[in-house]
Nanobody
Framework: VQLQASGGGLVQAGGSLRLSCAAS????????TGWFRQAPGKERELVAA????????YYADSVKGRFTTSRDNARNTVYLQMNSLKPEDTAVYYC????????????????WGQGTLVTVSS
């Protein structure tokens, strides 16, 4: 499985960005794709996750109501729509895929994409 994340950039506080994570290879329908972020000097954080087959999503408290994750199964792509961005959202964002227990419970991934940098200016 290969994941390709894209869509990062520089945006002003209050603005929006949409990240994409395109997957190739065999994706198990039971898998989840998670969006993680890591800011300098901080631990990696799972911000959102979505099932590839179920109407199931997860959001960290820090992004609830502002971020939305969705999927396009036909394109094997997962999205992270980020609205009302804050300077504290600045981080490298990664997508990863794996089982529910790995992604949502363990906050880890089996397969990882490269990171995409999101910078929110105040």
């Amino acid at each position: 499985v290969q994941l390709q994340a894209s869509g990062g950039g520089l945006v002003q506080a209050g603005g929006s960005l949409r990240l994409s994570c395109a997957a190739s290879g065999r994706i198990f329908s039971s898998y989840y794709t998670g969006w993680f972020r890591q800011a300098p000097g901080k631990e990696r954080e799972l911000v959102a996750a979505i099932s590839w087959s179920l109407p199931s999503t997860y959001y960290a408290d820090s992004v609830k109501g502002r971020f939305t994750t969705s999927r396009d199964n036909a394109r094997n792509t997962v999205y992270l729509q980020m609205n009302s961005l804050k300077p504290e959202d600045t981080a490298v964002y990664y997508c990863a895929t794996g089982s529910h227990s790995l992604i949502v419970v363990g906050k880890k991934g089996e397969y990882w994409g490269q990171g995409t940098l999101v910078t929110v200016s105040s």
